[in-house]
T-cell receptor
Framework: DTGVSQDPRHKITKRGQNVTFRCDPI?????LYWYRQTLGQGPEFLTY????????KSRLLSDRFSAERPKGSFSTLEIQRTEQGDSAMYLC???????????????FGQGTRLTVV | ELKVEQNPLFLSMQEGKNYTIYCNYS?????LYWYRQDPGKSLESLFV?????AVKQEGRLMASLDTKARLSTLHITAAVHDLSATYFC????????????FGTGTRLKVLA
């Protein structure tokens, strides 16, 4: 396993278009997180899953954003009707939370850089 | 609202010098994480601090946690150019969820 994988790495889209990003976590990890990072800022939490259940969504996640993890493995993040303010790096991370000594911190993917023009 | 603040925000230092980055957080937590980010890249886990008084060292970096003061430090010893990056601390709320609130980041530049 080579770590958390995200696709695409870069996406340029016109305002108003829909975009979808994919994240493949580390295979044995049960938790998957999405963050957004704008230039010069720290990542901001968007949402996270335990297996296929979405446990929490940040208030940053407007109605135009939706995330899924249908089989508890990969996840998708869709942004509908993109706006220029959506331009950012979207980071995915995964961790193992089992309540025991095998728990790991979150490991991050390389991110998808979205530019809305 | 939980706040995680780092200081300084920018740090330019000469090779061979020592310096400390500070991370203050506003909630009760006994866990803190440090990550490194190179420009245009993702975040690399550096340290996981899981209790009051925890100290971890890796190469020229040493991290510590004082949960009573709600303060973590990242100390750089004899800096080298390869340490140039942005360093983030993070607290996970609730603890153990790895759902992070990140600090503002400290952009470190080590001059040859």
């Amino acid at each position: 396993d080579t770590g958390v994988s995200q696709d695409p790495r870069h996406k340029i889209t016109k305002r108003g278009q829909n975009v979808t990003f994919r994240c493949d976590p580390i295979s044995e990890h049960n938790r998957l997180y999405w963050y957004r990072q704008t230039l010069g800022q720290g990542p901001e939490f968007l949402t996270y899953f335990q297996n296929e259940a979405q446990l929490e969504k940040s208030r940053l996640l407007s109605d135009r954003f939706s995330a899924e993890r249908p089989k508890g493995s990969f996840s998708t993040l869709e942004i509908q009707r993109t706006e220029q303010g959506d331009s950012a790096m979207y980071l995915c991370a995964s961790s193992l939370v089992s309540g025991g000594p095998l728990n790991t911190e979150a490991f991050f993917g390389q991110g998808t850089r979205l530019t809305v023009v | 609202e939980l706040k995680v603040e780092q200081n300084p925000l920018f740090l330019s230092m000469q090779e061979g010098k020592n310096y400390t980055i500070y991370c203050n957080y506003s909630t009760t937590s006994d866990r803190l994480y440090w990550y490194r980010q190179d420009p245009g890249k993702s975040l690399e886990s550096l340290f996981v601090l899981l209790s009051n008084g925890a100290v971890k060292q890796e190469g020229r970096l040493m991290a510590s946690l004082d949960t009573k003061a709600r303060l973590s430090t990242l100390h750089i010893t004899a800096a080298v150019h390869d340490l140039s990056a942005t360093y983030f601390c993070a607290v996970d709320i609730p603890p153990g969820t790895y759902k992070y609130i990140f600090g503002t980041g400290t952009r470190l530049k080590v001059l040859a």
